[in-house]
């Protein structure tokens, strides 16, 4: 439906996206997130028209729209900041659009009563944008832009500008309208949980390219490069070698800390160096040696940091290098297992957990 | 305007007890001198600052004022059409600076930015010698041109803040909705700029209100405003009136400033706002149309004269007589007259130069003959004041009224008895002497005191310079038209000065006496002449014909306390001025009288030992 | 960043000002310039030539002195000023909103009323019969009145009157958006109230402070009311003497030559004023 083809976009020698290439279909929800600088709002904003590609090709449902300026495009944008007119009241700026169109005055006020109604603005019509809350504010920019029924919705950080609860409910409310509407969402975010919780499919963006494009899920469990490994949620990361392949489960021998198996992992051929990136609630620990775990290595416990579900350790391997293991709170509660500072532990995982990104 | 966070703080920063002393202090020298001039309107006295009751006199003296009316019909109208004009403009300005990037815009900038701080004494200059030399006549059009020159650079300015302030995130919103670019500016960005626009427009009504450096340069003879009318109120003879007029003034402040405020706090302007406006604004429109009608039913006269040189009440009957609106606008000397009407000036009808200015001003084609036959009156003239030699024909001139310069003295501060020009000159009486601000009576008097005739003779200028020189540390001041209010409160103990004046004091007290100098005084005799384009030739006719009538003149007499060659009226004097020699001088006085006459090439140089005078 | 749309119509829109900048302003001054090298004609107008007469005469020791006088009064006015006006903006910086209020209403009325109203109602009260003397002489404090007019006292008095509430506002403007913080920080980490103010008040004051010189020093150069009507016989300024050479003496190109002197003088304060203040140049003015 939206198709990006080979875009790129530069400021002088300053490549801000390079070579992005997506496909988008009807009705997802996309993701754009990655952390500030890394050109996920300048591709929004070439989608939007607001900046001109320096090559490359964006097609909205087989049309060539990347010279078209901003106002003859079927997309619309909800901003950052909101951008709400301060010289227009609620429904003069969910109009806005219509009006512009020339739509009949009949028509208009319909529709503003249905967008108003839909967002859950009713009896808000006359006030100031002046006069509202940020979350009265956001609602009247996502009316203002899907009155207008666009092929593709661009929200550029929509949530960003909200208290933590509001910005949680708020979420909901989104994937619900999105829903609803059935409108094409394309979503910049540097915030990994928005991310992970709203889309559809997600593309991680890193330095102006596209680092990975999966689902949330994958994106999580399988990342493909050191940089999405690290950027989504909490991860360790081991250098290692792989030394041999065999029957599914490949050996991978870590740098000084001993050797590791996994299972359920791109079998890279044996003798390939490796990050072997494991997440910290997939690790156990315990006193006694592993059983019924396939690995477990060594440590000692050098701090741990209780935050009410969770509690976190850090564990020093004998090599030296320092890993990070999340226990449950209640789980530890269960078997009365707790870990103090200085003692010796074993860190034990299965071999279904962790995964091997090449170097 | 006062921030909205109050920085009140418990570390004692910004409480000091010397801090708090000098803010009230200064607060109290800022906002007294306001309260005792509103006060003080309330005056019943004739006195400007000393309290004898309440009375709302001088408030009903204002409001019948004609000629101040007009003044304020000016400065509004002025103000109006230069705002309006200075605001598109200077939108304009900043919306090209604003939106569009240019080589040159730098360029651009400055030239926009300089008028803002550029004295406005050289806007005033620059913009006479502009409009002298494409003889664009002083009036209405010139001031206008004047005003939205300098406020057109404040509304740039205003806009261009808020133009670079502004949100372009709204642009493209409204972009993405759909909205060409036209309609985006029509739509969002006029909007939002429309406070500043407001704002500046507001400033640019200001400055032209309150202006008067570039107006007093800029102005003709029908298009004073109201600075220019207080200016020369407080110029050419302080009355009660002007703390009546500067109260309104004040008052008029303080309603737009709390406006202005109000508007501020509810953020733009709110609909009791619109209805207050658009209120006032009807009002205003409804006082240029009705006064404009009336204006146009009356025949109009405009005189430029000395200050109180002809009866007020002479000049009332004339008008109701002859339903005649008549204003007078007042020169400081023979030269300004001159300066002004080479400047082009326009609109006087009728003029009063001393003899030798007659001549130049006849030899500069500024004047035009007058039709003596309308003049029924002109054989009550004394025949040996007509056709002198400035005038050989006579018809280019009438006489107006005669008189000279001497000296007068308060004898409770002087005991000596005064008979030489040389009391002006002695240090015991330092910083209590008075001299007119008038180029040939000073030049004079100090030929005379060294003992000289007034001649061409550049060693003997070069010598009474000097002399002039070492006089002025004696000097309290060089004063025309205050010398009556300085003598009487006893601010000074000898003034040189006409014998008008010198009436005036003499009748305040026994305690003046009249000096006329030994080495002898200078003559002077002031002509009536109507400039060439005047407006309204036949009435200034009519009115020189008027204060010919014996009846007149004598009435005239009494009050400007000159004498007028008009030998009938001497019947109709009160003895009280008959008899007086500081009006009508002894043979032996006249026997030593000079009369002035044209310098030629010379007068440049005695303009430049003027100047030097002035300087040192 | 994106700097948004641009209208490249709307360079079409910068010839009408521009067009009348150039007609009212540029030409108007070049005029001058060109008279400042002309003759003067004997009872005034000008005869085209070329002299540099009025430009020696300028350099002459009394004509600079007069200049020099003017400099002198515009830069001891602002100093003067300036202590009054720093401490008044200082105070009503760190005041509670109330006093704040109070204080600036009884600096903006000042500063809108009408200039010559002000220096009249300032006469009433300095002047040699004004409400000093008469009080002072009423209560028999002294028995012979004040030199306090017509004299370089009263020429001061109303300068500093004049340019008093122009001041402060600027210098409120810039002190009233120091963060209090700041402030607290310099306490915080053992500067004591007087390092504090000279480290951290006082550089925040600097775009205010300069403002205010600029807008008191210009103006009061070129002032010739205050000197007219206050002054005696000893404080002729370079406004009085351009003025008298164009509405009495008709001496037009050496007036216009001790304009352009003028200009070339205050010229250095306006490359100043360029230099702070070419991005946000109405910044002080968009406080008043």
């Given at each position: 439906m939206l198709d990006i083809i080979s875009l790129h976009k530069s400021y002088g020698q300053n490549h801000v996206v390079r070579d992005v290439n997506l496909q988008i279909a009807k009705g997802e929800f996309f993701c754009l997130l990655g952390p500030s600088g890394c050109g996920k709002t300048t591709i929004l904003r070439m989608i939007a028209g607001f900046e001109k590609a320096t090559s490359g090709t964006i097609m909205l449902d087989g049309a060539d729209i990347t010279h078209l300026p901003p106002n003859k495009r079927d997309v619309n944008t909800m901003f950052q900041n909101y951008a709400l007119f301060p010289n227009f009241n609620v429904a003069e700026n969910i109009a806005y659009g219509l009006k512009m169109k020339k739509t009949p005055r009949q028509e208009i006020a319909d529709r503003v009563d249905k967008v108003v109604r839909l967002a859950g603005l009713s009896g808000l019509e006359e006030r100031m944008p002046a006069q509202m809350s940020g979350g009265q504010q956001q609602r009247v920019a996502l009316a203002r832009a899907l009155i207008n029924e666009p092929r593709v919705l661009l929200l550029d950080e929509p949530l960003s500008a909200l208290d933590k609860k509001i910005a949680e409910q708020t979420r909901i409310e989104l994937a619900e309208l999105q829903r609803q509407v059935g409108i094409t969402f394309i979503f910049v975010t540097h915030n990994q949980t928005e991310a992970l919780a709203l889309a559809d499919r997600i593309a991680i963006m890193n330095n102006g390219v596209i680092e990975q494009c999966d689902t949330p899920r994958n994106i999580y469990e399988h990342p493909r490069t050191r940089f999405v490994a690290d950027f989504i949620g909490n991860m360790n990361m081991l250098q290692g070698r792989v030394t041999s392949v065999a029957q599914g489960v490949a050996t991978v021998d870590l740098e000084g800390a001993g050797q590791v198996i996994l299972s359920q992992c791109d079998k890279p051929a044996a003798g390939t160096s490796v990050l072997f990136c494991i997440r910290p609630e997939r690790m156990k620990l315990s006193l006694l040696e592993p059983k019924g775990y396939e690995n477990g290595l060594r440590a000692t416990v050098k701090s741990k940091l209780y935050v009410g579900d969770t509690t976190h350790y850090q564990v020093q391997l004998q090599c030296g290098a320092m890993i990070k293991v999340i226990e449950q709170n209640y789980l530890l509660q269960l078997s009365n297992e707790f870990y103090d500072i200085g003692e010796e532990v074993f860190i034990n995982w299965s071999q279904t957990s962790g995964e091997l990104v090449h170097v | 305007m006062a921030g909205n966070i109050s920085r009140s703080n418990d570390l004692g920063i910004g409480k000091g007890l010397l801090l708090k002393l000098v803010t009230y202090a200064s607060v109290l020298f800022l906002v007294s001198p306001l309260v005792i001039l509103i006060v003080l309107s309330f005056n019943s006295g004739r006195t400007v600052s000393v309290w004898e009751g309440f009375s709302t006199h001088w408030y009903s003296v204002v409001f019948h004022d004609a000629d101040l009316w007009g003044a304020i019909r000016n400065t509004f109208l002025i103000a109006i059409v230069s705002t309006v004009v200075a605001t598109i403009l200077g939108t304009m300005a900043a919306l090209a600076l604003g939106k569009y990037k240019f080589k040159g815009r730098t360029l651009v900038y400055n030239v926009l930015y300089i008028p803002t701080i550029l004295p406005e004494i050289i806007f005033g200059v620059s913009l006479l010698a502009l409009f002298l030399l494409i003889r664009l006549p002083l009036g209405y059009i010139s001031i206008i041109c004047a005003h939205i020159t300098f406020s057109m650079s404040f509304v740039t300015l205003i806009v261009l803040a808020k133009l670079n302030n502004f949100d372009h995130r709204l642009e493209e919103a409204s972009l993405d909705l759909g909205a060409g670019r036209w309609q985006t500016f029509r739509y969002v960005v006029l909007p939002n700029l429309a406070p500043a626009i407001l704002s500046g427009a507001l400033f640019a009504f200001t400055l032209s209100i309150d202006d008067f450096i570039v107006t007093f340069f800029t102005a003709g003879a029908t298009s004073a405003t109201l600075p220019l009318k207080i200016y020369s109120l407080i110029k050419f003879g302080v009355t009660p009136a002007l703390n009546a007029v500067s109260t309104v003034l004040i008052v008029f402040t303080v309603t737009a400033l709390a406006l202005a405020n109000a508007m501020q706090r509810t953020g733009g302007i709110s609909k009791i706002l619109k209805w207050t406006l658009a209120g006032m604004g009807a009002i205003v429109l409804l006082f240029f149309v009705v006064t404009f009608f009336f204006r146009q039913e009356k025949k109009q006269l405009y005189l430029y004269n000395y200050a109180e040189y002809v009866s007020a009440e002479l000049i009332e009957e004339f008008e109701r007589r002859y339903d005649v609106e008549v204003s007078v606008n007042y020169f400081n000397d023979n030269e300004e007259l001159l300066s002004r009407l080479q400047m082009g000036v326009e609109g006087y009808d009728l003029i009063f130069p001393t003899a030798h200015m007659v001549g130049i001003l006849k030899a500069q084609g500024l004047i035009q003959p007058i039709d003596t036959s309308s003049l029924t009156n002109l054989p009550q003239v004394d025949p040996r004041f007509r056709r002198l030699d400035f005038d050989p024909s006579g018809s280019y001139s009438v006489p107006y009224a005669y008189g000279f310069i001497a000296m007068v003295y308060n004898q409770d501060q002087i005991k000596d008895s005064i008979t030489s020009w040389r009391a002006l000159w002695d240090e015991k009486y330092r910083s209590n002497i008075l001299m007119v601000d008038d180029m040939n009576d000073v030049l004079f008097t100090g030929y005379r005191y060294l003992g000289y005739e007034m001649d061409k003779d550049p060693r003997k200028l070069q010598e009474v310079t000097e002399a002039l020189i070492r006089q002025k540390p004696l000097l309290l001041k060089y004063e025309n038209n205050m010398t009556r209010d300085y003598m009487v409160a006893g601010d000074v103990w000898i003034a040189q000065t006409w014998n008008g004046f010198i009436q005036q004091i003499l009748s305040a007290g026994e305690r003046f006496k009249m000096v006329i100098p030994e080495e002898g005084v200078l003559f002077f005799m002031d002509n009536m002449c109507i400039p060439k384009n005047a407006p309204n030739k036949e009435t200034a006719e009519l009115f020189i014909n008027f204060l010919l009538e014996p009846r007149n003149a004598a009435r005239n007499m009494e009050i400007i306390a000159y004498a007028m060659p008009v030998p009938a009226a001497r019947d109709f004097l009160p003895d009280s001025i008959r008899n007086s020699q500081a009006i009508f001088p002894p043979d032996n006085v006249i026997e030593h009288m000079t009369l002035f006459r044209d310098m030629g090439e010379f007068n440049t140089l005695l303009e430049e030992a003027w100047t030097r005078i002035k300087v040192r | 960043m994106f700097r948004s749309f641009k209208m490249r119509e709307f360079h079409l829109l910068l010839f009408p000002p521009g067009f009348w900048l150039l007609l009212f302003f540029v030409v108007p001054l070049v005029i001058v310039l060109v008279y400042s090298f002309a003759f003067k004609e004997t009872y005034g107008g000008v005869t085209p030539g070329f002299t540099l007469e009025h430009y020696r005469a300028i350099a002459e020791g009394m004509y600079l002195k007069i200049f020099l006088r003017s400099f002198g009064y515009a830069f001891l006015t602002t100093l003067f000023t300036l202590l009054l006006a720093f401490p008044i903006a200082y105070y009503m910086s760190f005041a509670s909103l109330r006093v704040k209020t109070i204080i600036m209403v009884m600096i903006m009325i000042p500063f809108w009323t009408n200039f010559l109203v002000r220096m009249y109602a300032l006469m009433t009260i300095v002047g040699e019969s004004g409400l000093i003397n008469q009080f002072l002489m009423g209560t028999g404090i002294i028995d012979q009145p004040l030199p306090l007019f017509n004299n370089t006292f009263s020429v001061f008095a109303g300068f500093i009157y004049w340019n008093l509430p122009f001041m402060v506002l600027p210098i409120f403007s810039s002190l009233d958006r120091l963060d209090t913080s700041l402030i607290e920080a310099s306490l915080d980490l053992g500067a004591s109230k007087m390092q504090t103010f000279l480290r951290v008040t006082l550089p925040y004051s600097v775009p205010g402070l300069i403002a205010a010189i600029i807008f008191a020093f210009v103006p009061t150069m070129g002032n010739f009311i205050i000197p007219e009507f206050?002054?005696?016989?000893?404080?002729?300024m370079i406004g009085n003497l351009i003025t008298s050479q164009f509405v009495q003496a008709r001496n037009w190109p050496f007036g216009s030559a001790l304009s352009m002197a003028m200009i070339f003088f205050v010229m250095i304060f306006i490359s100043l004023y360029l230099r702070f203040y070419k991005p946000s140049g109405s910044q002080s003015l968009q406080n008043i």
């Open positions: - | - | 206050m002054g005696g016989t000893d404080n002729y």
